[in-house]
């Protein structure tokens, strides 16, 4: 059975009691909806259905919105990828807010910080990693957008190899190094310690899951003779 897609371990009370009662659509919740957010960021937890639920009270009272915590809630979506989590909170943003940069000379500076995290997001969906932490590096902007978010470029290392494992058994450690943007003893300590994976010369074992274990596929047609007879019987009879 799946895990249900409002569940998050760590939601405090009052939030659940808010997120089940008349309260989430009540405007004076936004700011107890904006300090859980915070919250999330320091705590490194996550709860995307109450961060939805904010972005929705924005849609109903745009006057109350916060910039920056549209950019946190927007940061902490990225570190779940690649859940589809950053893609829904962009569906409950304000248009003005989603302006491409370089048709408007008078884009806000939240559409912007929106842009240049949906780069970001984008990397991590064509898994770029590479380009990722170059663009990451790449811009001041970046370093002020993921400030607030504790551990920011662990999470983001951890969702990554969790990525690698589902896909290969091994590795070469220098596209993991690249991948991770990480080297020598620092690499080290997060492949074997971290990862729990095994370091072997310039190869990296992943253990096998039920995500990268290899299986063969026995495709198997199950049609009777006489209905390829009908088929053939059916082109003969047909007018010409």
């Known amino acids: 059975m799946g ?30 909806f904006q300090d859980y957010v915070m919250q999330q960021c320091e705590n490194q937890t996550y709860d ?34 690649p859940n589809p989590d950053f893609a829904l909170c962009l569906s409950l943003l304000s248009t003005h807010v989603l302006v491409p940069l370089n048709t408007s000379a ?18 991590l969906g064509g898994a770029d990693y590479a380009a ?19 551990g920011f470029e662990e999470l983001m290392r951890v969702r990554i190899a969790a990525t690698v494992s589902q896909t290969v058994r091994e590795v070469n450690r220098n596209v993991l190094e690249t991948a991770l943007n990480l080297e ?11 990862c729990g994976w ?6 990296i074992k992943v253990p096998l899951n039920k995500e990268n274990e290899a299986k063969g596929t026995v ?8 209905q390829f007879s009908r088929v053939i019987k059916r082109a003969y009879e047909q007018p010409a």
């Open 3 to 32: 895990v249900p897609f409002d569940y998050a371990p760590d939601r405090p009370e009052h939030i659940d009691l808010i997120l089940n009662g008349l309260d989430r659509y009540n405007p004076e919740t936004t700011s107890v």
């Open 48 to 81: 995307c259905y109450a961060n939805l639920a904010l972005l929705k009270l924005y849609q109903f009272n745009p006057h109350l919105t916060k910039d920056e915590t549209i950019t946190n809630i927007l940061v902490k979506a990225l570190t779940v990828f």
């Open 106 to 123: 008078h884009a806000p500076e939240i559409a912007e910080a929106v842009q240049k995290l949906n780069i970001l997001n984008n990397l």
């Open 132 to 150: 990722f932490w170059a663009t990451l590096d790449s811009d001041d902007l970046y370093a002020d957008l993921v400030a607030d978010v504790s």
């Open 184 to 194: 020598g003893k620092e690499f080290d300590h997060f492949v074997g310690t971290v």
């Open 198 to 203: 095994t370091i072997e010369g310039s190869k």
């Open 219 to 226: 495709v198997r047609e199950n049609v009777k003779f006489d």
